[in-house]
T-cell receptor, first 111, second 115 residues
Framework: SQELEQSPQSLIVQEGKNLTINCTSS?????LYWYKQKYGEGLIFLMM?????EEKSHEKITAKLDEKKQQSSLHITASQPSHAGIYLC???????????FGTGTKLQVIP | DTEVTQTPKHLVMGMTNKKSLKCEQH?????MYWYKQKAKKPPELMFV???????INESVPSRFSPECPNSSLLNLHLHALQPEDSALYLC??????????????FGPGTRLTVL
């Protein structure tokens, strides 16, 4: 089965600083999703990547999928308190409607 | 509009109770999902409905019984639960059905406590 490891597990940054979260898969990624979750709430969809080398941006968040399609990174520029939460990567298990989620990264942004 | 709604927001039940969780979407999505999430863990898939038919059951105990009355509604019937079933239950939906993985949009969840 596919496993997704995220690093770091938790991150505390000063407001305005940049940060990067990584997601590494044990198998080739057919589709990679990034979600954000506030504690005890639902997941908010951020971005989906499918092609090796693909990069997408939304506001101050950029996600990339490496050429070999086994690792993705999420980069936040000029972090704000509103970016705080748990970031989860999720992997498409090859078209069987099953998404496996990573271990999660907890982000705190200090004003 | 990518809204998935879930009711109730919180639920406390005893081990002998019968209760139901409800999920609704009006985006015309053909697949709907139930996930269970324990504290500090990622969501774990329980069931998938595609075109109103159960397509995936991740070996979930029979005390959890899903139901899809129509393409917009998904229920999860609960009976004789155990305290270890206490968790956040998340519903999601996606546009594509029939074995195609597509972006899943999540509801806010139901926080379930079993006493």
């Amino acid at each position: 089965s596919q496993e997704l490891e995220q690093s770091p597990q938790s991150l505390i940054v000063q407001e305005g600083k940049n940060l990067t979260i990584n997601c590494t898969s044990s198998k080739t990624l057919y589709g990679l999703y990034w979600y954000k979750q506030k504690y005890g709430e639902g997941l908010i969809f951020l971005m989906m990547l499918q092609k090796g080398g693909e990069e997408k941006s939304h506001e101050k968040i950029t996600a990339k999928l490496d050429e070999k399609k086994q690792q993705s990174s999420l980069h936040i520029t000029a972090s704000q308190p509103s970016h705080a939460g748990i970031y989860l990567c999720g992997a498409d298990s090859g078209g069987y409607q099953k998404v496996t989620f990573g271990t999660g990264t907890k982000l705190q942004v200090i004003p | 509009d990518t809204e998935v709604t879930q009711t109730p927001k919180h639920l406390v039940m005893g081990m002998t109770n019968k209760k139901s969780l409800k999920c609704e979407q009006h985006m015309g999505h053909r697949a709907m999902y139930w996930y269970k999430q324990k504290a500090k863990k990622p969501p774990e898939l329980m069931f998938v409905y595609s075109y109103e038919k159960l397509s995936i059951n991740e070996s979930v105990p029979s005390r959890f019984s899903p139901e899809c009355p129509n393409s917009s509604l998904l229920n999860l019937h609960l009976h004789a639960l155990q305290p270890e079933d206490s968790a956040l239950y998340l519903c999601a939906s996606s546009h594509s059905g029939a074995g195609v993985t597509d972006t899943q949009y999540f509801g806010p969840g139901t926080r379930l406590t079993v006493l």
